[in-house]
């Protein structure tokens, strides 16, 4: 299948592992690299289990597997085709640095990651090598060694779960084989708007990611909160402002109309009324369940370092470079700092004091 492409798969979370087992169930050559090493040998022992919001969307996957320690053992194999990184932000570099010996000639590395990582992988492998891909409506957890559990329905109407994109936004022969792999998955967008599509679900992300680190709350949670609500719009707002002032063609942001949701960050009476209708009418319409939290929520229950830095922190970082107001992220980033370095407990509190 895919003309036998070799595939890794470098970061087996989430994302990456619910992605790359269903592609290994699918009859793709897959390799999980991970390096939770409980996980790689839950998955050698009883396969990856990925379950769904129904019974009939279980899949229990057997893709190949490698421990961090063993990845050496690629040298003795056939060159990879295409290395997902899928590792959290802050990993990316060593991740594309690891594997970029083991790449073949004609090989390419993919950012399937929350983040805007693409530069950074084309650090290490250049900007010939380096593809973009989006999970814009894939809310999944690893909630346990072994076992993923996809929280969001399949096939959303109107809205394609993956997007894939070349970053000088051609449509090339690779990113349409790529999308076909995608397809197998899930729906899949070949987009000719990757940098528009990235900073649309950096938006999506710095409305909600910090907001439930910081709270503690569930997604459900925090919409229902008047006060978090509004915070969230504003969030919103100032990072859709600052996209479009770096010439972003932006999409819809949680499906909401991007200039809309900014007009409603700035005091605009319909639009408000309008997305906060919206933001209520999505009160667990997709997800399986009340408590899901955004992957930084997440990461925050398990104690793990944040992607804050690489998500609100880049709002903040272009805004400044274009003077435009990042007042509300930064203080949101402040919050959450508090929390990851046990200064503070996890709180609605900490969010009302933000103005």
Known sequence: MADNKRIVVFGAGAIGGYTGGNLAHNG????????????????????????????????????????????QNLAKEKPIDICFISMKSYDTEW?????????????????????INEERIAGVVGWGKTVGAIAALL???LYAPGKIRRTGAKNPPGHEVYRVGEVHGRVTARIE???????????????????????????????????????????????????????II???????????????????????DAE????????????????????LA???SQGRSEAQRPSMGQDMQKGRRTEIDFINGVIVERGKLLGL???THEQLIAAVKQVELGKAAPSPDLLYAIH
Not at 37 to 43: N, S
Not at 239 to 250: E, T
Not at 261 to 267: F, N, T, Y
């Open 95 to 115: 991740a594309a640095t690891m594997m970029r010996q083991y790449l073949a000639p004609g090989g390419y590395m993919v950012s399937l990651q929350n983040c």
């Open 260 to 279: 809309k949701l900014a007009r409603a960050a700035e005091g605009d009476k319909g639009a408000l009324e309008e997305v906060e209708a919206l933001m």
């Open 325 to 327: 107001p990042t007042r």
């Open 139 to 141: 809310s999944a957890e």
């Open 28 to 71: 793709f050559d897959v390799t999980l690299v991970d390096p939770w090493p409980e996980h790689i040998e839950a998955i050698r022992k009883d396969g990856l289990a990925l379950e769904g919001v129904t019974e009939s969307e279980f899949v229990r996957a057997r893709p190949k597997t490698l421990h961090l320690t063993e990845v």
């Open 177 to 231: 084989e790529l999308g076909s792999m995608f397809r197998t998955v899930d729906t899949c967008r070949v987009t000719d708007n990757l940098w528009g599509e990235r900073w649309s679900k950096l938006c999506v992300n710095g409305m909600h990611n910090g907001v439930s680190a910081a709270s503690g709350l569930s997604g459900n949670a925090m919409r229902q909160d008047d006060r978090i609500r509004g915070l």
């Open 234 to 256: 504003k969030l919103g707002g100032e990072a859709v402002r600052i996209g479009q002032a770096q010439g972003y063609k932006l999409e819809d942001i949680a499906g909401q």
């Open 282 to 284: 999505l009160r667990n």
